[in-house]
């Protein structure tokens, strides 16, 4: 059965075959870009120079505000500020600063160029982010009033310069204006310029905060454009790393809020899938001609969107192989079809237990137990971010820098784990073998577990399709636990870990893309902390932790169905341990009154 199933999955990989389409980039613009690579150079030293602590809330940040507000100011252009509290983790309620300039088209739909200003404070910040702010002011003199000659005196479409504040720390700023700004209605576009004068490749980042990317014609414009100033073509996220991106949304660079609010965006980069490292960001490494190549790039793409930007606008769900792309919906049917052989092997085990006439219920309170354990664990790891014991803030992504996340208290994780371990304590009486399990309980408690993994499959498919691929290798490698029951421990130990391999695709993405390594988890962690992984999520996996740990159980010989009345002890465990400290408290006192009378 679980072979003839898989032939299904033909169908759905030949139908993607036929979706694959070719996104076309938009022309190119007429006239060459005059942006002024030397200018964006000398700008981004100075300004790291002048400015090289921009952490937010600092008082460095309100001087960095204004040096860029007198510099937009020079060029005519009408200028805003939007000034606002934000609770970054790790460093508390701040006031932040968005600086606008705006040039006005013949139409009102806004073209957004967006860079962000800010830094850690753990260095100067020259390539991240002084380039992408000399390169912002560079661009915002090209539209200045009035333009001189070939250009026209007045583009197309308004066009909105955004120096944001505490892009390093997640994009608040970039996030606070699509959520506020009064005309956010009319952005059609959004072009993020973040760490361009690096050395290495020019690099698109296109993902949001929710499953979906900016427009494939944006995106496949953005890299002609590259291609055309560069002579060569950029990077990108892989297919393989877009669908992670798809399955859990988490992106480093300002494009993400636009995305999440369906509005096409596209972060320009030299940096890769994280920004680079503060350290040694100084302004001796900022590389001249990467600036001035993905400078005039940025101005081209800027440009051609002028001239049509409908031809761009929105968000979908797709994978972006270059040239051809596949639509999002081909890949979830894809998905969705790799989970049928599994779902069908564990419906003929259900269906093979009703005609043992095996009984499913003391398995099903067994997982039940498990489930309450660690829904216990995800409700008690709330209510300490709630009171303070986690570093807390906005549900925006962690910088990897100076990341509360790598930096967890020490006491309050030991109060955590205690919790957790007398919460277990209570929670196994229930689950320890009284007597030896018969090989129906145990294949029960198997099938027990498969079904909730089932129904926790199909909850996924309805919250995220793409985040099926995190429990696809679970839903194939413990089918398998039933067949193998009685082999050796190391063959049932190979299907138990193989289902671990989804989590560890995430884990080890956010390890590598990021440059985090072992502190991935921990990272991960913190997002859940702050919010940002949701807590119908983090049920899940807790519900998903359960079937694990009753598979685990089988495995290692130590599962036993949920007891009888009659198995079970009189008293129950808190009661036991009352019963145990008042008796030994008896004792004592019975032994000290015995010395007392016994003399000297």
């Known amino acids: 059965m679980y072979r003839g199933t898989w032939l299904l999955v033909g169908m759905p990989l030949l139908i993607a075959a036929f979706t694959v ?55 005519g252009l009408e200028l805003g500020h939007e000034r606002f509290h934000a609770k970054i983790p790790g460093r508390g309620n701040v006031e932040l600063e968005n600086v606008l300039a705006v040039r006005q088209g013949r139409s009102n739909e806004l073209i957004v160029v967006v860079a962000h200003r800010d830094n850690t404070g753990a260095g100067p910040g020259a390539n991240d982010n002084g380039s992408g702010t000399a390169a912002l002011l560079e661009l915002s003199r090209s539209y200045a009033t009035p333009q001189a000659p070939p250009r026209p005196p007045q583009p197309n479409h308004t066009i909105l310069f955004l120096s944001s504040d505490a892009g390093s720390f997640g994009g608040f700023g970039a996030d606070y204006f699509i959520t506020h700004y009064r005309y956010r209605d009319r952005v059609v576009a959004v072009v993020d310029l973040d760490s ?11 993902s949001g905060d929710t499953p979906r990317f900016a427009s494939a014609v944006l995106v496949r414009t953005a890299a002609a454009r590259l291609a055309e100033q560069t002579g060569t073509e950029p990077t990108w996220p892989r297919a393989f790393s877009q669908l992670v991106d798809l399955a859990f949304p988490l992106s480093l660079y300002e494009q993400a809020p636009f995305v999440a609010h369906g509005v096409a965006a596209v972060a320009l980069t030299s940096g890769g899938d994280r920004p680079p490292p503060a350290f040694g960001d100084t302004p001796d490494r ?7 190549r993905i400078g005039r790039s940025s101005q081209a793409l800027l440009e051609s969107l002028d001239d049509d930007v409908e031809s761009a606008e929105g968000t979908s ?50 997982y039940r137990t498990r489930l309450f354990f660690w829904i216990f664990a995800v409700l008690l790891f709330e209510l300490f971010a709630l009171v303070g014991a986690w570093a807390t803030g906005a549900a925006r992504p962690l910088s990897p820098e100076l990341s509360p996340g790598t930096q967890w208290p020490a006491l309050a994780l030991a109060s955590y784990g205690c919790l957790l371990a007398l919460g277990w304590l209570f929670g196994r009486d229930r689950l320890i073998p009284r007597r030896p399990t018969g090989d129906g309980e145990e294949l029960s408690g198997q099938v027990g577990a498969l079904l909730v993994l089932a129904v926790l499959s199909l909850l996924i498919v309805a919250m995220n399709p793409y985040a ?48 985090l390594g072992l502190d991935a988890p921990w990272y991960l962690a913190q997002l859940a902390a702050i919010g940002y992984v949701k807590l119908p999520t983090l049920l899940v996996v807790g519900a998903w932790m ?17 007891p009888t009345a009659a198995e079970r002890p009189r008293l129950g465990p808190a009661r036991r341990l009352l019963r145990r400290a008042v ?18």
Do not use: C
């Open 21 to 75: 389409f070719h996104p076309r980039p938009l022309l190119a613009p007429t006239l060459q870009p005059d942006f002024d690579g030397a200018t964006a150079k000398l700008t981004a030293e100075q300004f790291a120079n002048n400015n090289p602590d921009r952490a937010p809330g600092s008082p460095g940040a309100r001087r960095a505000a204004n040096w860029v507000a007198q510099r937009l100011d020079q060029y």
């Open 196 to 206: 361009i004068a690096g050395n290495g490749r020019p690099h698109l980042v296109f």
């Open 286 to 292: 900022v590389n001249g001609a990467r600036l001035t």
């Open 317 to 366: 769900s797709y994978l972006y192989l270059g040239a051809r792309a596949v639509r999002g919906w081909a890949v979830v049917l894809i998905l969705f079809t790799a989970m049928l052989p599994a779902l069908a092997v564990i419906v003929d085990l259900f269906a093979r237990l009703r005609r043992r006439h095996i009984p499913l219920a003391p398995a099903l309170r067994s």
């Open 468 to 515: 099926v691929i995190f429990v696809l290798p679970s839903l194939h490698a413990w089918i398998w636990l039933p067949q193998v029951r009685n082999q050796s421990l190391p063959i049932k130990l190979v299907a138990l870990l193989g289902g671990f391999l989804g989590p560890l695709l995430l884990v080890g993405s956010v390890a590598n893309r990021l440059g």
């Open 546 to 562: 359960a079937v694990a740990a009753q598979l685990a159980a089988t495995v290692a010989r130590r599962y036993a169905p949920y």
């Open 583 to 600: 008796a030994a408290s008896r004792s004592r006192s019975r032994t000290d009154e015995q010395r007392r009378a016994a003399g000297p």
